[in-house]
């Protein structure tokens, strides 16, 4: 096994002093898991080649990744080497919001992601005065389902992030010539007015500059979790974890008690999963029964989980045992994408990241780029990924005119 990096470095002069670097072109860095991105970004923030704060992160990726590292405090933002040890592949962008450097994220995503609806959201990140951990006061259901949503009044050190979220179409193809042979090489036509229009604005009224952020799952994602159990348990997992109060109108009158009932119900269900039937609470207010916005028993879906688990252990292979942690992993999951692209789809999205590309580089040029493979994780299918890391870079170098890739993956030696 080798690892590729160049690591960016000042240079020294003939007294020994270090000299500013010589402006190089647009770089390209090639990662593995997505968090990884978070290093060339620091380093870039660092160099002054990224400004330090208000940028704009434009992230083609089938996940939102804005999720907040539930334990972390907010002061690890700004010691860079606790930052980049507590955040995971699902949230290592939030926090550079909280730091000020990202003052706009637009998610643009595949028509299989679901996570987040498109149009613009605007919310606060901020430090939690009860725990000194970060949160958002965003009533959408990607954070209240994780107990990431809390009042305003409680978030201390408020930043003020926009976030646009763009579902791209997997049926965009270049024109074709008169003799049927396709034109990849002709800039595409530019994106619908209306959200051009939107993501040109955000990008003019930043301060700062735009970093792209390309995940190739974002190409066809897989859900590595699914598989694991049999599929009616799996969808029933999905039932479980679905937080209904967190999409119900009373939802957003009622944020100072909804956090706690559905925090109080996930500790129930861990209990549940992980000690057995006897654990069950069958007092419908421990369970949030409090929350006006709470519209069915949690205790009756306790009572089903305990019974299907039952049923995973009765019928599990003689000799093996059902990890109780891996269930509950599966249950935060069944929300994720899950989508085999067919030749055709990949060239629409592929096409469409290029439309994009090209409308967004005529009004300000990406000043660094990263690349998440994410293929060891399981989420880009292995038997596309290098075709994909290929097309990207090919379709950046289009766009933005030449650029060096700076690969921090481990390779196999041939």
């Known amino acids: 096994?080798?690892?590729?990096?160049?690591?960016?470095?000042?240079?020294?002069?003939?007294?020994?002093?270090?000299?500013?670097?010589?402006?190089?072109?647009?770089?390209?860095?090639?990662?593995?898991?997505?968090?990884?991105?978070?290093?060339?970004?620091?380093?870039?923030?660092?160099?002054?080649?990224?400004?330090?704060?208000?940028?704009?992160?434009?992230?083609?990726?089938?996940?939102?990744?804005?999720?907040?590292?539930?334990?972390?405090?907010?002061?690890?933002?700004?010691?860079?080497?606790?930052?980049?040890?507590?955040?995971?592949?699902?949230?290592?962008?939030?926090?550079?919001?909280?730091?000020?450097?990202?003052?706009?994220?637009?998610?643009?995503?595949?028509?299989?992601?679901?996570?987040i609806a498109d149009g613009a959201h605007t919310f606060v990140v901020g430090r939690r005065t009860s725990t000194g951990t970060l949160a958002t006061d965003s009533c959408?259901?990607?954070?209240?389902?994780?107990?990431?949503?809390?009042?305003?009044?409680?978030?201390?050190?408020?930043?003020?992030?926009?976030?646009?979220?763009?579902?791209?179409?997997?049926?965009?193809?270049?024109?074709?010539?008169?003799?049927?042979?396709?034109?990849?090489?002709?800039?595409?036509?530019?994106?619908?007015?209306?959200?051009?229009?939107?993501?040109?604005a955000a990008v003019?009224?930043?301060?700062?500059?735009?970093?792209?952020?390309?995940?190739?799952?974002?190409f066809g994602a897989l859900n590595p979790f699914r598989g694991d159990i049999a599929e009616p348990f799996f969808s029933f997992l999905g039932k479980v974890y679905a937080n209904h109060s967190a999409r119900s109108p009373a939802f957003r009158r009622c944020l100072d008690d909804c956090p706690t009932a559905r925090a109080d119900f996930l500790r129930q269900m861990e209990k549940s999963v992980i000690q057995g039937e006897g654990a069950l609470v069958t007092d419908e207010a421990q369970l949030g029964g409090s929350c006006p916005a709470q519209?069915?028993?949690?205790?009756?879906?306790?009572?089903?989980?305990?019974?299907?688990?039952?049923?995973?252990?009765?019928?599990a292979p003689a000799g093996t045992l059902v990890n109780p942690r891996r269930i509950l992993d599966i249950g935060a999951t069944t929300d994720l994408p899950h989508h085999t692209c067919s030749e055709a789809e990949h060239a629409?999205?592929?096409?469409?990241?290029?439309?994009?590309?090209d409308a967004i580089v005529a009004i300000q040029p990406p000043l660094i780029v990263t690349v998440a493979r994410s293929a060891y994780d399981g989420y880009t299918p292995a038997e596309t990924v290098e075709t994909l890391q290929a097309n990207v870079v090919q379709h950046i170098r289009a766009a933005c005119g030449p650029a060096e890739v700076v690969l921090a993956v481990t390779v196999e030696d041939s």
């Open 1 to 115: 096994m080798a690892t590729i990096d160049r690591p960016t470095k000042g240079v020294l002069d003939r007294r020994g002093k270090r000299r500013r670097k010589e402006q190089v072109g647009l770089e390209i860095h090639v990662v593995e898991d997505h968090d990884e991105a978070l290093g060339p970004l620091l380093r870039a923030m660092g160099s002054r080649r990224l400004p330090l704060a208000d940028n704009v992160l434009l992230h083609f990726d089938a996940h939102p990744d804005l999720l907040l590292p539930m334990d972390m405090p907010a002061a690890d933002v700004f010691r860079k080497e606790a930052l980049r040890e507590q955040v995971s592949i699902a949230s290592w962008i939030l926090p550079l919001v909280f730091g000020g450097h990202f003052g706009t994220i637009v998610w643009f995503k595949p028509p299989w992601a679901t996570q």
């Open 140 to 200: 959408l259901p990607y954070f209240v389902d994780e107990v990431l949503s809390f009042p305003t009044s409680t978030l201390l050190d408020r930043k003020r992030v926009n976030l646009i979220v763009i579902t791209l179409t997997a049926d965009a193809q270049p024109a074709a010539e008169a003799d049927g042979s396709s034109r990849s090489n002709v800039a595409p036509a530019p994106p619908t007015p209306v959200l051009l229009d939107t993501v040109v």
């Open 204 to 218: 003019r009224a930043a301060g700062g500059g735009v970093c792209l952020d390309v995940c190739l799952d974002c």
């Open 295 to 315: 519209p069915c028993s949690r205790v009756a879906t306790l009572e089903q989980l305990a019974l299907h688990l039952a049923e995973l252990h009765a019928h």
């Open 348 to 357: 629409g999205l592929l096409w469409e990241f290029r439309r994009w590309l």
